[in-house]
């Protein structure tokens, strides 16, 4: 119940092409879904977030769509750029008692080719 | 103060041996929290300290492992009788609220048990 699973394992686009990444969940105690962006040898980096009170959220390129109903969320990147290959990767957050965690998805490995 | 920072970068040791690894947090982040990430895995939460206080720990975390987070600053981790199965990627995490700015992970510690 604690899963977050996320879709697909790796993308291949063309620049200037919209990659989207998709991801879901079980648990409705989660209430804070942010995606990471990681480069090899780094560590992830915050990219775009959002409640479960909001059903989209555009932050530039970058766009999550999010629907509560189906318990499901997506990433979109508009006009994808070879510097956009990266891991990308979904979370939620839960809290219980005074503790906050993020769970992960496994991850998406994007190449935008040139 | 330009983010977080973790030391050493990458730790090979033979099997048995223990190990300890430094993470130094924003300065002004009160929320400490561990990450282990394997290859082509996302992060998989460890522990999370409130100032001093470790308020969770994760299953993950045996009785080989001990965090440490005096004075409510920098952090430990350590490692004892290391098994080839800890070989991961170590992140460290900070915030200032309750992840709604988002966490602002580390370089991480990659280590490699031989």
């Known amino acids: 119940q604690q899963q977050v699973k996320q879709s697909p394992q790796s993308l291949i686009v063309q620049k200037g092409g919209i990659s989207i990444i998709n991801c879901a969940y079980e648990?409705?105690?989660?209430?804070?879904f942010p995606w990471y962006q990681q480069f090899p040898g780094k560590g992830p980096a915050l990219l775009i977030a959002i409640r479960p009170d909001v059903s989209e959220k555009k932050e530039g390129r970058f766009t999550i769509s999010f629907n509560k109903s189906a318990k499901q969320f997506s990433l979109h990147i508009m006009d994808s750029q070879p510097g956009d290959s990266a891991t990308y990767f979904c979370a939620a957050s839960m809290r219980t008692g005074g503790s906050e965690k993020l769970v992960f998805g496994k991850g998406t490995k994007l190449t935008v080719n040139p | 103060d330009t983010g977080v920072s973790q030391d050493p970068r990458h730790k090979i040791t033979k099997r048995g041996q223990n190990v300890t690894f430094r993470c130094d947090p924003i300065?002004?982040?009160?929320?400490l929290y561990w990450y282990r990430q394997t290859l082509g895995q996302g992060p998989e939460f460890l522990t999370y300290?409130?100032?001093?206080?470790?308020?969770?720990k994760s299953r993950l975390l045996s009785d080989r492992f001990s965090a440490e987070r005096p004075k409510g600053s920098f952090s430990t981790l350590e490692i004892q009788r290391t098994e080839q199965g800890d070989s991961a990627m170590y992140l460290c995490a900070s915030s200032l609220d309750w992840g709604i700015y988002g966490y602002t992970f580390g370089s991480g510690t990659r280590l490699t048990v031989v």
């Open positions: 648990n409705t105690a989660f209430d804070y």
């Open positions: 300290f409130q100032n001093e206080a470790q308020l969770e």
């Open positions: 300065s002004e982040h009160n929320r």
